[in-house]
């Protein structure tokens, strides 16, 4: 169930990252948006662990979740913006 749960809070956490920092240049679909969700959950949590905010084995919450995936829509964006060619 906990696998369920860390999709689910992946996927609120990467559509609400997307509506924060929109751009033409994200990606897109349940996939991916769940996958950013994911990634920016983690994220946080190494974040969070390596300042000292959460002990080990303690994970980020939601707003954690939420700003490490706008953190990695952040990332993305600058990548993306700069291997596109017109």
Same mark, same amino acid.
Request: hydrophobic content about 55%.
């Given at each position: 169930?906990?696998?369920?749960? !860390? /999709? /689910?809070?992946?996927?609120?956490?990467?559509?609400? %990252?997307?509506? #924060?920092?929109?751009?033409?240049?994200?990606?897109?679909?349940? #996939?991916? !948006?769940?996958?950013?969700?994911?990634?920016? %959950?983690?994220?946080? !949590?190494?974040?969070?662990?390596?300042?000292?905010?959460?002990? =080990?084995?303690?994970? $980020?919450?939601?707003?954690? =979740? /939420?700003?490490?995936?706008?953190?990695?829509? $952040?990332?993305?964006?600058?990548?993306?913006?700069?291997?596109?060619?017109?």
């Amino acid at each position: 169930m906990g696998i369920i749960w !860390t /999709i /689910i809070i992946g996927f609120l956490a990467g559509v609400i %990252a997307k509506f #924060i920092m929109p751009g033409k240049n994200e990606p897109s679909g349940f #996939i991916l !948006t769940t996958i950013l969700g994911i990634v920016g %959950a983690f994220l946080a !949590t190494y974040l969070g662990q390596a300042i000292g905010w959460y002990r =080990a084995g303690e994970g $980020a919450g939601f707003i954690g =979740a /939420i700003v490490g995936a706008v953190i990695v829509l $952040a990332i993305w964006g600058f990548i993306a913006r700069r291997n596109t060619t017109y």
